[in-house]
């Protein structure tokens, strides 16, 4: 199967704008996804087909693709956006299956 | 706003069996595919397996295909996942996930039920 990397850690200091890069062959092709997921929850989808983002998710959140690489963005990030941020697509060897990224640690300074 | 609860998680030994559901609730379940993801302790996100809204059309990660069997009945809301031959690296949180408008990702994530797997 394909692999998304992604870094393993971002920091920011609040107000400040995040970026979390997603690479893969596979983006080239296929959509990118992102969740957003905070300790002993449940995944929350919060950026879909590259860029467009589900009701109810704050404008500050956005998402771009170009070639291979994803990239989600947090515009004046705020205390409580820290969390672990996937991506995910589908898989570019295998038909009708998915795979996700290692995970990005966001952490607010 | 969709509804996902999943059971059935528990201890089991290596080579044992368990069956996971997952009841839906607030949207037309027999009108969407459904996935199952896991998530070992610590770890990042693995996709396990998806059934599309026939039922026929299924598909699953290597690492679990021949072993773990997903099936869906619509006429309950009921998603399943049979684990047979379970594995020490089996051991994760398994979420059921609602397909968003295309099968390819995951609209919404049940609250996740653990499965442990050691003697």
């Known amino acids: 199967s394909s692999e998304l990397t992604q870094p393993p850690s971002v920091s920011v200091s609040p107000g400040q704008t995040a970026r979390i890069t997603c690479s893969a062959d596979?983006?080239?092709?296929?959509?990118a996804y992102w969740y957003q997921q905070k300790p002993g929850q449940a995944p929350l989808l919060i950026i879909f087909?590259?860029?467009e983002r589900p009701s109810g998710i704050p404008e500050r959140f956005s998402g771009s693709s170009s070639g291979t690489t994803a990239t989600l963005t947090i515009s004046g990030v705020q205390a409580e956006d820290e969390a672990d941020y996937y991506c995910?697509?589908?898989?570019?060897?295998?038909?009708?299956?998915?795979?996700f990224g290692g995970g990005t640690k966001l952490t607010v300074l | 706003q969709v509804h996902l609860v999943e059971s059935g998680g528990g201890v089991v030994q290596p080579g044992g069996s368990l069956r996971l559901s997952c009841v839906a609730s607030?949207?037309?379940?027999?009108?969407?595919?459904m996935h199952w993801v896991r998530q070992a302790p610590g770890k990042g996100l693995e996709w396990v397996a998806f059934?599309?809204?026939?039922?026929?059309?299924?598909e699953y990660a290597d690492s679990v295909k021949g072993r773990f069997t997903i099936s869906r009945d619509n006429s309950k809301n009921t998603l399943f996942l049979q684990m047979n031959s379970l594995r020490p690296e089996d051991t994760a949180v398994y979420y059921c996930?609602?397909?968003?408008?295309?099968?390819?990702?995951?609209?919404?994530w049940g609250q996740g039920t653990l499965v442990t797997v050691s003697s």
């Open positions: 996930a609602k397909a968003g408008t295309t099968w390819d990702y995951f609209d919404s």
């Open positions: 059934i599309g809204f026939d039922v026929n059309n299924k």
């Open positions: 087909k590259d860029s």
């Open positions: 995910q697509s589908a898989d570019s060897s295998e038909t009708d299956h998915v795979t």
């Open positions: 596979a983006l080239s092709k296929h959509f």
């Open positions: 607030r949207f037309p379940f027999s009108g969407y595919g």
